[in-house]
């Protein structure tokens, strides 16, 4: 008796393991991982000057360098339309190979383990392992956003805060591994993404869209792990500053930071046991239901199955009667739907509204990343140390949390109550870019830092909003797809101003420094400009775009003004609507057929 005791028991934590890996929870909780692991494009600024020494760049060169990186984080075309065909664990396991193919080959360049590679070939590589980020996105981020449409504002702010504290999560590991070594942070960038996205890649799939009586109370759980994580983050990077850490020190703070960034498998474990329990003592009601199977098990099975089965059914239904004229992928190029219905692919690629987001993400990231890309440099101008410049990024990497969880949060929580659309919101976080290009521009003491937060924040919220708004406008069916090409125009963006401006204009000032000083570019090894003149004339070009992107914002805000003000969401609500109305209308056929 004791033994089948034990044998039952073992079986019901087994079944109940299975729920936990199987839940909606614990996929939430993985991809919060995979997000966590996929920002690592936000640390070049901590590794670049290693490259640019080791390989002997000039400013222009790791400027393109920079750009090749920020072009594959941002053309995921290619992981967007093979998610469209494949499942998601396909996906993730294409990006795993592609990040670390291409960052341990950075590595093995910088450590001369292999012979030194020519500037295209770096470039391919860096552009490989950055796009990587693109398959962690689509695999995982689209997925989340599809099991949750009516929560997808804080879900997106979630995933992407999680990929915006990515930089400070990495720079404490790296810390704890390594030491101070910014060659041996390219290292840990290739592999350990890599490892987390193979550890979970058959937990991330589609689920069934449903409501759940604890899911908001959920979500704000997960805010306030995250918004916890940050200032841990923060204190723990200012104290590093202000203190010297021992190596043990180092290890004890990566070890907190771990606690916070698994809390919420703790939250998905309670989540899961409460539905375990409920369904392991269910409700009279049920167990009138479980009677009748044993008196009449055909007919109460097939309306079990019909119950469990009749969602999709439902949904499809609606979908019809709202959209009489269903579209293919790329048919009624010219003639598309009402906004918040579902595009196809060209009809949303050659909208205004979408070329109005183009545009203002051709001006808004591609400042934000210019500026992110620059900062070890610009530290390096100004006559910071390396540790500070490091503080720097991770600061960058904070903010950049809080700019995300605010554009899907906060942004939400507006929207809801007060009808502001979301490109209004945009176009606020596109000025503050303005002011911390001007302090960049014109730097007094500790204004770096201040620069550093609002440029942060400011691209952290944008790159969410516009994640966001193309959910929004343009619909979920073919959003793996309209999500990538949404933000092309990033890398553009980058090129133009990081590669033809502010390199040019650096290596201008580098160069009449070394005529000053009786030099050529041929004495020495590495191009550097000191002085507050280095970055003055190009970043106050990057503050008017940034103006220019905001008033063009606008016009997107009074052109979706009216369908903001109405109720978003309300297609979805019909369905769960439905979809609970049927089960429920079932069940009382079941209890009545007892």
């Given at each position: 008796m004791a033994t089948d005791h034990q044998s039952n028991d073992h079986c019901q934590c087994c079944s109940f393991l299975l729920q936990v890996l199987r839940g909606r929870w614990f996929m939430m909780f993985a991809s919060f991982l995979i997000m966590a692991g996929a920002g690592a494009t936000y640390l070049f600024g901590t590794y670049s000057k290693e490259i640019k020494s080791t390989l002997g760049y000039d400013q222009t060169t790791l400027n393109l360098l920079s750009t090749c990186k920020d072009l594959g984080a941002n053309v995921g075309v290619l992981s967007g339309l093979l998610a469209e065909v494949t499942p998601p664990w396909l996906v993730l396991l294409v990006g795993s190979a592609m990040n670390f193919g291409g960052y341990f080959m950075i590595w093995l360049a910088v450590m001369k383990k292999i012979a030194k590679p020519k500037v295209?070939?770096?470039?391919?590589?860096?552009?490989?392992?950055?796009?990587?980020?693109?398959?962690?996105?689509?695999?995982?981020?689209?997925?989340c956003v599809k099991n949750f449409p009516e929560s997808r504002g804080m879900m997106l702010g979630l995933m992407k805060g999680f990929v915006g504290l990515s930089g400070a999560v990495f720079t404490q590991i790296y810390l704890a591994i390594y030491g101070n070594d910014a060659k041996s942070m390219i290292l840990l960038i290739a592999w350990l993404p890599a490892l987390v996205s193979l550890v979970f890649v058959y937990t991330i799939r589609p689920l069934k869209v449903s409501s759940h009586p604890n899911e908001l109370k959920v979500f704000y759980e997960y805010l306030y792990i995250t918004i916890a994580l940050a200032l841990c983050l923060m204190g723990l990077t200012i104290a590093q500053k202000q203190a010297h850490f021992p190596h043990v020190g180092y290890i004890g703070s990566a070890i907190a930071v771990c606690i916070f960034v698994f809390l919420p498998l703790f939250i998905a474990f309670r989540e899961e046991f409460a539905a375990w329990q409920q369904r392991k003592h269910?409700?009279?009601?049920?167990?009138?239901?479980?009677?009748?199977?044993?008196?009449?098990?055909?007919?109460?099975?097939?309306e079990i199955v019909e119950i469990e089965s009749d969602h999709s059914q439902t949904l499809q239904t609606e979908n019809k009667k709202q959209e009489p004229d269903q579209t293919p992928c790329c048919g009624n190029i010219f003639k598309p739907p009402k906004r918040g219905e579902d595009y196809g692919i060209l009809q949303a690629l050659l909208s205004i509204d979408m070329l109005i987001l183009f545009l203002a993400t051709f001006c808004g990231l591609g400042c934000s990343l210019t500026a992110i890309d620059n900062l070890g440099q610009i530290g390096e101008s100004l006559g910071y140390p390396q540790h500070t410049i490091n503080t720097f990024v991770s600061l960058v990497s904070i903010w950049n949390y809080f700019g995300r969880v605010f554009a899907g949060f906060v942004s939400e929580i507006i929207l809801l109550k007060y009808k502001v659309p979301r490109p209004l919101i945009m176009a606020i976080s596109l000025i503050l870019s303005a002011v911390g290009d001007v302090l960049i521009a014109f730097p007094k003491p500790g204004s770096v830092y201040v620069?550093?937060?609002?440029?942060?924040?400011?691209?952290?919220?944008?790159?969410?909003?516009?994640?966001?708004?193309?959910?929004?406008?343009?619909?979920?069916?073919?959003?793996?797809?309209?999500?990538?090409?949404?933000?092309?125009?990033?890398?553009?963006?980058?090129?133009?101003?990081?590669?033809?401006?502010?390199?040019?204009?650096?290596?201008?000032?580098?160069?009449?420094?070394?005529?000053?000083?009786?030099?050529?570019?041929?004495?020495?090894?590495?191009?550097?400009?000191?002085?507050?003149?280095?970055?003055?004339?190009?970043?106050?070009?990057?503050?008017?775009?940034?103006?220019?992107?905001?008033?063009?914002?606008?016009?997107?805000?009074?052109?979706?003004?009216?369908?903001?003000?109405?109720?978003?969401?309300?297609?979805?609500?019909?369905?769960?609507?439905?979809a609970n109305e049927k089960k429920m209308a079932a069940k009382q056929n079941v209890s009545g057929n007892t």
């Open positions: 295209w070939q770096m470039c391919l590589y860096i552009c490989i392992g950055a796009n990587s980020q693109n398959f962690a996105n689509t695999g995982s981020l689209v997925t269910p409700t009279p009601a049920y167990a009138v239901v479980i009677v009748s199977e044993q008196t009449t098990p055909v007919a109460t099975k097939s620069a550093s937060l609002l440029v942060g924040f400011s691209y952290g919220a944008q790159l969410t909003l516009l994640f966001i708004i193309i959910s929004e406008l343009f619909g979920l069916k073919y959003y793996s797809t309209l999500f990538n090409c949404g933000q092309l125009a990033s890398p553009l963006g980058s090129y133009v101003l990081n590669v033809i401006v502010v390199g040019r204009l650096y290596d201008r000032e580098a160069m009449k420094q070394l005529a000053e000083k009786g030099m050529t570019r041929a004495m020495v090894k590495d191009l550097t400009c000191i002085g507050r003149q280095c970055y003055r004339l190009s970043f106050t070009i990057l503050a008017g775009v940034n103006i220019f992107g905001a008033l063009i914002t606008f016009i997107l805000v009074m052109r979706t003004r009216r369908y903001y003000s109405g109720d978003i969401y309300k297609k979805f609500k019909e369905q769960i609507a439905a």
